[in-house]
């Protein structure tokens, strides 16, 4: 057997359902340890250099102007850890990654996962700009406030702080009001469980998916007119303002209703009967073979070129 054939069954051997997003340095150790392919030395290795890793970080903040309590300790191992789990998750297979964690020591995975933040906070904040920049005009205050209020709080307060001791925390346990869709992460990296829902990441990486969803979720809704998405809203509900909801899942409902029926999408109008009349006896298969038609029917009438959140609508739907 070669090496690159043990290495790939050794991977098979991992279960990859034990790992989380959350807490994915300490869920591969796990997940390897049970494989069998990480051995009870290699553990304790590991377990010492995150103390001696833990020891210095707790030093510098209590050497500085920072008062230092027990349950500092282990917020910062959890910064830690999460830190060291970001870089992880850059590889493709988590053999790979495991290999990683026997080869260098903690202190590095550490350098090159705070490295990782600082990329992902730079890419957030040229996505917060494209945000702006692609704002819908729908007067809905919980999504004008998310975007304009909070999310900008989260910058202004994300400080070399978090990025040292509380990597795994958003500043003031921020949250962000409005709701995204979220079929499922879309974009270019590859990375372990890239699919995972937004609201399984903890930190920077949350920050960066939610901010991903906003901006193709905008790029969707611009292609429809201020009119017609006011339209769909205050026919969803009268005092809209009053309730908790996604602009985006309302436009993209009356948009693939009206191409199913065989109206514009663009106008997002479509009486209930006539969908009805649409759908009248129509078989499971033969719906969805019409949602399909009807996906790509409205990519094509409404021009949206980017191929990901063509994916991200296409995810929503169901659609293969």
């Given amino acids: 057997m070669t090496g690159q054939n043990k290495g790939l069954l050794q991977t098979n051997a991992i279960d990859v359902m034990r790992l989380r997003q959350d807490s994915f340095f300490e869920s591969l150790l796990q997940a390897a340890q049970h494989a069998g392919i990480i051995s009870e030395d290699e553990i304790m290795r590991i377990q010492l250099e995150c103390i001696h890793l833990l020891a210095d970080k707790t030093k510098k903040y209590a050497s500085g102007s920072y008062s230092f309590l027990i349950n500092d300790a282990e917020n910062i191992m959890k910064s ?3 830190t060291i789990g970001l870089y992880l998750k850059s590889f493709s297979n988590p053999y790979s990654a495991i290999e990683s964690i026997k080869d260098t020591p903690i202190s590095e995975l550490y350098i090159l996962g705070q490295k990782r933040i600082k ?31 909070q999310i900008k709080q989260f910058f202004d307060l994300y400080t070399d702080f978090f990025l040292w001791y509380s990597a795994h925390e958003l500043p003031d346990n921020i949250i962000f009001s409005y709701p995204v869709c979220d079929p499922g992460y ?41 009119e017609a998405i006011q339209r769909v809203l205050l026919n969803y509900h009268a005092d809209y303002n009053s309730i908790l909801f996604n602009i985006f899942e309302k436009v993209l409902i009356a948009a693939i209703g009206c191409a199913m029926a065989g109206e514009k999408s663009k106008d997002l109008y479509i009486s209930k009967d006539r969908l009805e009349m649409a759908l009248a ?37 169901g659609v293969v």
């Fill in 186 to 226: 879309i974009g270019e990296q590859q990375e372990l469980f890239a699919a995972s829902l937004i609201s399984d990441f903890v930190g920077i990486e949350y920050v960066q998916r939610y901010l991903q969803a906003i901006y193709y979720e905008n790029m969707f809704c611009k292609s429809f007119s201020s």
């Fill in 281 to 317: 006896n129509k078989s499971e298969e033969e719906t969805k073979l019409m949602l399909t038609n009807a996906y790509y029917k409205l990519i094509d009438e409404i021009g949206i070129k980017n191929v990901h959140v063509q994916e991200y609508v296409r995810k929503w739907l």
């Fill in 80 to 82: 830690n850890l999460y």
């Fill in 119 to 149: 990329t992902k906070l730079n890419v957030s904040r040229h996505l917060y700009l494209n945000i702006i920049e692609t704002m819908i005009d729908t007067g809905y205050d919980y999504y004008t406030f998310t975007l304009t209020k």
